[in-house]
């Protein structure tokens, strides 16, 4: 199957051993980015036919977990609001469902920990080209939409996020076949403990089936929305938004 992070190694390394600054210098040429955006598309499109919507990503063995699962991105969220929840030990936290449903909720962490569970080990593929094999566990998103009342106009699922870069807030967004995916769940617990704030606390997405950057960490709030062009800067996520990563990741 195609694959966009294999591409983007293989451009590298035919271009002799360019880094990922060379890379970002091949973003920032207009033809290189219409070639991604069209094959963004292609992928989307086979991921679906030939995978099928509900196709499982492979799942792993304990065996196989790796020793060290690298932090990347933020590892302490600095705003205050956060700060005091994680003095806390979070118990204060609660995830909000909101935007384009019926019933709002606020759910604190012994909600979530009742909502229908899955725990899966899984491969986590960076864009830059990294990989480590973990086991995740949290309620699927799905059932917690379906209790929130999705509504038929929604289109799109954002993960707002209590960390940022430069004062710009981190957010990801999926569609609602990749939110409905049995494998797609808020993580609470990573390799059999809590999950830590260096990776996410106290509630991080695992979206399988795509590349690391859309797994954001440290979600606060899930809002159904039906377009995101008028969200931010209108591209979906924060790197799609200041990067021009593409949006949809699949692996």
Request: positive net charge.
């Amino acid at each position: 199957m195609f694959d966009r992070r294999g591409l983007l190694r293989g451009l590298a390394l035919g271009g002799g051993g360019l880094t990922l600054a060379g890379c970002d210098k091949l973003n920032s040429q207009p033809q290189f980015r219409r070639f991604l955006e069209g094959a963004e598309k292609l992928h989307y499109g086979a991921q679906r036919v030939v995978g099928g919507e509900n196709a499982l990503v492979r799942e792993y063995s304990r065996l196989d977990m790796s020793p060290v699962f690298r932090v990347n991105g933020n590892s302490m969220p600095a705003s205050p609001a956060y700060q005091a929840l994680a003095a806390n030990a979070f118990a204060d936290f609660r995830l909000v469902i909101d935007g384009l449903v019926a019933k709002p909720l606020q759910l604190s962490l012994r909600q979530l920990a009742q909502a229908p569970q899955r725990s899966q080990i899984t491969m986590h593929n960076c864009v830059e080209g990294w990989s480590a094999i973990g086991e995740w566990k949290g309620p699927q998103l799905g059932p917690l939409l379906r209790a929130a009342g999705l509504s038929s106009r929604a289109k799109y699922i954002v993960f707002h996020c209590a960390d940022d870069s430069g004062g710009n807030p981190y957010y990801e967004s999926i569609d609602l076949n990749d939110a409905f995916h049995p494998q797609t769940i808020l993580a609470t617990h990573m390799n059999g403990g809590v999950l830590g704030i260096p990776h996410g606390a106290p509630v991080r997405l695992r979206v399988e089936r795509q590349l690391g950057y859309k797994h954001a960490k440290f979600v606060m709030r899930i809002e159904a929305r039906d377009r995101l062009d008028n969200l931010y800067l209108g591209k979906g996520g924060f790197w799609e938004d200041r990067a021009d990563y593409a949006w949809y990741a699949g692996i």
